[in-house]
């Protein structure tokens, strides 16, 4: 929207039903530098990184089989990917695992459960694993992780 209707934060926030302020601070907060490459949707490879840099931020083992992992993700990572975009972006926050996307079904079959009960009692630094990610906020990563 800001590429569209620039920094007019009352019209912008009109549209979305929000305040200008809460419309300018989100807009601070996602990060500008990141808003050209950003997108809501999140491919399996930045999935997969996502949990990789959240292992590596907290010395907690969170991946199961990694080559079988890559392997599949090399060999049906496109077929992955555009399954989960037909799927929908209407999909937010899904708490039914039955109604998960391809992607998100490819990344918890290889999650080690153990390593995830460890890093229940871990607090995870978002910023800084944000900055390793190219395209997606501290807020991006931390909505997906706790979807």
């Known amino acids: 929207m800001v590429k569209e209707h620039g920094r007019k934060w009352k019209q912008i926030g009109e549209i979305l039903e929000r305040t200008d302020i809460n419309v300018r ?10 808003s050209e490459k950003r997108s809501k949707f999140w491919t399996v490879k930045e999935l997969t990184k ?8 907290t010395d907690v083992k969170l991946l199961k089989n990694r080559k079988e992992m890559r392997k599949e993700i090399e060999e049906r990572g496109e077929e992955l990917d555009e399954s989960s975009i037909r799927l929908g972006s209407s999909q937010q926050r899904v708490r039914n ?3 998960i996307d391809a992607n998100m079904k490819f990344l918890i079959s290889h999650i080690d459960y153990e390593g995830l009960n460890k890093l229940s009692h871990l607090s995870i630094p978002w ?3 944000a900055e390793k990610m190219s395209s997606k906020s501290k807020d991006d990563c931390k909505n997906k992780w706790t979807q």
């Open 25 to 34: 601070d989100k807009y601070r907060h996602i990060g500008e530098e990141k």
């Open 50 to 57: 996502l949990v990789k840099e959240i292992a590596k931020a």
């Open 97 to 99: 695992t039955a109604n």
């Open 127 to 129: 910023t800084d694993i």
